[in-house]
Every structure is written in C-alpha cells, then in structure tokens.
C-alpha cells in the first residue's frame, strides 16, 4: 500500500471509532494501571490516597456533586456580603474625607471651581467609590476563591461540569475559565490559554461575560438587599440576598451552556475534543500561597486595573452632571432620550445612561444612578437602604420587575473595557472582538425586554 492508501485507511477506521473513544482509552488506561497496581502494590492501615477516593465518592458524585459544588457557591457569596459591609464603610470614610480636605485646599489656593470639582468631585470620586465598593469584596472573595484552588477543589469542578460542556460542543477546561472570571471576566478570558483547542478556547472567550465579576456584585447584592431581603425577616436577609446572588449566577451558567452549544453549531461549528484531566490529591492550604495569589496577583491586578480605568469615567460623570441647558444637565437629557427605550425594557433611561458611562467600570453604575436620580452634580450614595428606597422605589417608580430586569441586564450586559480590550489582545480579530462585545448586549436586550413585556401582558 502506498502512504497515501494507508492515511486513508487508517481515516476510515478513525471515523468508526466513535465520539467517546478518547474517553474509553483513558478508562481502559487507568483500568490497566489499577489492575497492575493491585497485583505490585502491598499496604498497610489506612492511606491518605484511600481517603481521598472517598471524598471524590461525594465531591464528584452525580448526586450530591452538583448539590454541594452550589452550597459552597452560596456560602461564599454570604462570607463575602455579610464580611465586606463593614470594611467597606470605614475605607468609603476615609477617601471621601480625603475628597473634603483636597478640595478644601483646592478653594483656598484659589482654584476656579470647575478644576475643583473635576480633580475632586469627579476623579477622585469616582476612585474612591471603586476602591471603596471593589477592594473588601475582593479581598475576602479571592483569597476564599484560592482556598478552594489550594485544596484541590476546583479541578473536581471542572469534573462534575465537562459532560455539560462536552454535550454544548465545548471544552471541559472551560469550567475553570468560568470560575476564574467571578474575580474579573479579563482574567477569566486571559486564562482560556489552559484550552488547546483554538475552536474550543474561542467559545470560552466568547461567552467569559455570562459570568458575573465582581464589578457586578454591589449591583446585584444592592438589588438582592432591597427587594429580596426586604421580602423575609431581618434575621434571613443577608441569605436570602446571597440566595438572589446565587440564583443570578446560576442564569449566566446557563446562558453560558446555551449559547455555547449555540456557537458549537453555527459560527464555530466542529467536533469537541476529550481530554484528561488528573484529580490532584488534597492538600493543605499554603498561607503564603493564598495570601499571594489572591491579594497581590488578582485582587492588586483588578483593583489596579479598575483605577487607571475609572477616572476617566468620574470625568465624563462630573462633566455630564454640571453642564446644564434649558434648566436640566447633559445627563439627564440623555436620559430622557433613552427612556422610551429603558421603559421597554422594563428600566429606564437613568439606567441606560450609568451603563453606558460604566463601560470602563461596572463598580460605578449605583453611583451615576442616584446622581442622576437626584439631580447632584456628582456621583452620590445612599446612607442606607431605607435612603436608598425612598429614592429608587418611592420617587423614581423602581418595581419588583425593575428589579428582576435590572439584574438579568447587569448579568447579560456587554464585558467592560478591560474584558473588550483583552479579547482583542487574545484573538487579534475585530470580527471576535465585536462578536464578544454586542452578543451579550443583544442577549441583554431580548431578554429583558420578553421579560417586560410578559410581565405586562399577564398583569
């Protein structure tokens, strides 16, 4: 036979091995190795291996796998709500007393007022609310999040998920991807590197924003800790806020799969590759390790990153909110003109505006909402959730489907600009890029809009 007769044989019998055969190898594989293992291999007492297999006999089974993988979601979540209140307050002090002092200084030196309130009512402003809300989310999330990676937890996830991905036509890694982009979907885009498969790797990048960062948190608990918590007793808010929390991310996980398989089969049609992926035994958690991981390698990194992008932003706010015609601000005859828009989409056009101007950083889209809202000429807050109430659900008409389309937007939203920019970089493609951009703004868009207008029709 010559070579060329051979590479085709040897296709045609690669077509009849079916799309499981990798997977059947493997097994065999492993069968083989326990097999010689066992006839080699004497031990005595009880090994630390032994106890491994029977905490994957629970960790990965089919039953309870899924079941405890979201338990320990939502006690994170509930750590990470309950534990950043506080910190958050005294940092929120501490800068805007710095605010007062600077621009204090600011007048005395004779500053003309527009320097003053650009420099400290609108850039440090919008510095101080970013750090303010993002730094004690972050510092408890991550270093919870690099426990789970120390222990070993977290390859038993992508375990319990690949025969979900498998069936959408995409990787099994992807799970990590995921996971890695509740910190900062940028670092969960950057980390799809871990997929070989440049077909598979796209669909991960392509749909990293259906899982929300943590940019996106203060909305959600904000949305959780005013409708769902207000709705049960005080005692079972912070849950039932972290359950609201939960139940969003699980929606994103299931957008994900959706238009993963969706992908699979149109744009980036093709076959999904096996691969093996190798339990690592637990361990111990290093102190150093989780301390470095998650404070100086992710939680400095996103922190940093939402800084250098925020001011800006705090400049286009401050600018929106304190040049006026025909006796309103720029910001809010942009917002009118949205919102017949907003309205159809169950929001409205204050809404539309902070997202527009939160493309650098979600973290500030509460803010620019009640400056808006209130008419002040800078980004403001609420003292409390009572403060908050009256200004969103007594003056401004916020109801529970504001609510419930509020979060499915901030959920299905398009990535900010450090994600966008870190497509680009990934895939040098603006055809990708685009795609990875306005797919989850249209996804946005449909969805809240069926939602508005199926709650209409059934009121």
Same mark, same amino acid.
């Given at each position: 036979?010559?070579?060329?007769?051979?590479?085709?044989?040897?296709?045609?019998l690669?077509? =009849?091995l079916g799309?499981d055969?990798?997977?059947?190898?493997?097994?065999s594989?492993?069968e083989?190795?326990?097999?010689?293992?066992?006839r080699?291999?004497?031990?005595?007492?009880?090994?630390?291996?032994?106890?491994?297999?029977?905490?994957?006999?629970?960790?990965t089974?089919?039953? &309870?796998?899924?079941?405890? !993988?979201?338990?320990?979601?939502?006690?994170v979540?509930w750590?990470?709500?309950?534990? @950043?209140?506080?910190?958050s307050? &005294?940092?929120?002090?501490? #800068?805007?007393?710095?605010?007062?002092?600077?621009?204090?200084?600011? %007048?005395a030196?004779?500053?003309?007022? &527009?320097?003053?309130?650009?420099v400290?009512?609108?850039v440090?402003?919008?510095?101080a609310?970013?750090?303010?809300?993002?730094?004690p989310?972050m510092?408890i999330f991550?270093?919870l999040?690099?426990?789970?990676?120390?222990?070993?937890y977290?390859?038993r996830?992508?375990f319990n998920l690949d025969?979900?991905?498998h069936?959408a036509?995409a990787h099994?890694?992807?799970?990590?991807s !995921?996971?890695?982009?509740f =910190? +900062?979907n940028?670092?969960?885009v950057?980390? *799809?590197r871990?997929i070989?498969s440049p077909r598979?790797?796209?669909?991960?990048?392509?749909?990293?924003?259906?899982?929300? +960062?943590?940019?996106?948190?203060?909305?959600?608990i904000?949305?959780?800790?005013?409708?769902?918590? @207000?709705?049960?007793?005080?005692?079972?808010a912070?849950?039932?806020?972290?359950g609201?929390v939960?139940?969003?991310?699980?929606?994103?996980?299931?957008f *994900?799969f959706?238009?993963? &398989?969706?992908?699979?089969?149109?744009?980036?049609r093709?076959?999904?590759s /096996?691969?093996?992926?190798?339990?690592p035994?637990?361990?111990?958690p290093?102190? #150093?390790?989780?301390?470095?991981t998650?404070?100086?390698d992710?939680t400095?990194?996103?922190?940093?990153r939402?800084?250098?992008?925020?001011?800006p932003?705090?400049?286009? $706010?401050? $600018?929106?909110?304190?040049?006026h015609?025909?006796g309103?601000?720029? /910001?809010?005859h942009?917002?009118?003109?949205?919102?017949?828009?907003?309205? /159809?989409?169950?929001l409205d056009g204050?809404?539309?505006?902070?997202?527009i101007i939160?493309?650098p950083?979600?973290?500030?889209?509460?803010?620019?909402?009640?400056?808006v809202? *209130?008419?002040?000429?800078?980004?403001?807050?609420a003292?409390s959730l %009572?403060?908050?109430?009256r200004?969103l659900?007594?003056?401004?008409?916020?109801?529970?489907?504001?609510?419930?389309c509020?979060?499915?937007?901030?959920?299905?939203?398009?990535? +900010?600009?450090?994600t966008i920019?870190?497509?680009?970089?990934?895939?040098r493609? @603006?055809?990708?890029?685009?795609?990875g /951009?306005l797919?989850?703004l249209?996804?946005?868009?449909?969805?809240?809009?069926?939602?508005?207008?199926a709650a209409?029709?059934?009121?």
């Amino acid at each position: 036979m010559s070579p060329q007769e051979v590479l085709d044989h040897a296709d045609q019998l690669r077509r =009849g091995l079916g799309v499981d055969f990798r997977d059947r190898m493997v097994t065999s594989l492993y069968e083989e190795s326990r097999r010689i293992a066992a006839r080699v291999v004497r031990r005595r007492g009880e090994s630390s291996w032994d106890l491994d297999q029977r905490i994957d006999r629970i960790v990965t089974s089919p039953v &309870w796998g899924l079941p405890l !993988m979201l338990l320990l979601l939502a006690v994170v979540f509930w750590i990470t709500i309950v534990g @950043a209140n506080y910190p958050s307050e &005294w940092i929120a002090r501490l #800068l805007f007393s710095i605010e007062r002092v600077g621009a204090a200084l600011f %007048e005395a030196l004779g500053a003309p007022g &527009w320097l003053t309130g650009l420099v400290w009512h609108g850039v440090w402003r919008s510095l101080a609310w970013v750090v303010s809300v993002m730094l004690p989310p972050m510092a408890i999330f991550f270093p919870l999040f690099t426990i789970l990676e120390d222990l070993g937890y977290l390859p038993r996830v992508a375990f319990n998920l690949d025969w979900l991905f498998h069936k959408a036509g995409a990787h099994g890694k992807q799970a990590l991807s !995921m996971a890695m982009g509740f =910190g +900062c979907n940028a670092a969960g885009v950057i980390s *799809t590197r871990i997929i070989d498969s440049p077909r598979e790797r796209l669909i991960a990048i392509l749909t990293n924003n259906f899982v929300p +960062c943590n940019g996106r948190f203060p909305t959600l608990i904000m949305l959780g800790m005013l409708f769902v918590g @207000a709705a049960v007793p005080p005692a079972l808010a912070s849950v039932a806020a972290a359950g609201s929390v939960v139940a969003v991310v699980l929606i994103g996980a299931v957008f *994900t799969f959706f238009v993963s &398989w969706l992908l699979a089969r149109t744009v980036l049609r093709g076959q999904a590759s /096996a691969f093996t992926l190798e339990l690592p035994p637990y361990r111990r958690p290093s102190v #150093l390790r989780i301390l470095y991981t998650s404070l100086i390698d992710r939680t400095a990194f996103v922190l940093l990153r939402a800084v250098m992008i925020s001011a800006p932003a705090g400049a286009v $706010i401050w $600018i929106l909110g304190n040049i006026h015609a025909s006796g309103a601000s720029l /910001a809010e005859h942009v917002a009118r003109s949205l919102d017949p828009f907003g309205r /159809a989409l169950g929001l409205d056009g204050v809404i539309l505006l902070a997202y527009i101007i939160a493309i650098p950083a979600n973290e500030i889209v509460v803010p620019t909402m009640l400056m808006v809202y *209130t008419g002040a000429g800078m980004m403001t807050e609420a003292g409390s959730l %009572e403060e908050l109430r009256r200004i969103l659900v007594d003056a401004h008409g916020w109801s529970l489907l504001t609510a419930v389309c509020l979060m499915l937007f901030s959920l299905l939203h398009n990535p +900010c600009g450090t994600t966008i920019l870190t497509i680009w970089k990934e895939t040098r493609s @603006a055809r990708w890029t685009a795609l990875g /951009a306005l797919m989850p703004l249209g996804f946005a868009f449909l969805v809240t809009f069926l939602v508005a207008s199926a709650a209409r029709w059934l009121g």
